[in-house]
């Protein structure tokens, strides 16, 4: 089967890299758990689930200047990061 060439490899370390550039900002840290619903430990206990990943990139992605800042402080293409979002979302639609 063939690749696809627009599907990150690595989604789970691209979410994990958004991740942390969003909890380097105490505002915007408190906005992700406010919006998502989480708790600090429920964040923590969620870093290996894929849904928990893409909710975190669907939260950049509703606020496309902290996409942009994301993307450029973990060095990826905005597009990559909607990407990663949407194998989080749909695990078994990719080929490997």
């Given at each position: 089967m063939e690749t696809n060439p627009n599907l990150p490899p690595d989604s789970e370390i691209i979410a994990l890299q958004a991740l942390g550039w969003v909890l380097q900002d105490q505002d915007r840290a408190e906005r992700l758990l406010a919006l998502t619903g989480l708790d600090p430990r429920e964040l923590r206990s969620g870093l290996e689930d894929p849904a928990m990943l893409a909710s975190l990139l669907g939260?950049?992605?509703?606020?496309?200047?902290?996409l942009?800042?994301?993307?450029?402080?973990?060095?990826?293409?905005?597009?990559?990061?909607?990407?990663?979002?949407?194998?989080l979302n749909s695990p078994?639609?990719?080929h490997d």
């Amino acid at each position: 089967m063939e690749t696809n060439p627009n599907l990150p490899p690595d989604s789970e370390i691209i979410a994990l890299q958004a991740l942390g550039w969003v909890l380097q900002d105490q505002d915007r840290a408190e906005r992700l758990l406010a919006l998502t619903g989480l708790d600090p430990r429920e964040l923590r206990s969620g870093l290996e689930d894929p849904a928990m990943l893409a909710s975190l990139l669907g939260f950049l992605a509703n606020h496309e200047p902290d996409l942009l800042a994301c993307a450029d402080a973990i060095g990826v293409a905005p597009a990559t990061l909607a990407a990663a979002a949407h194998h989080l979302n749909s695990p078994g639609d990719f080929h490997d």
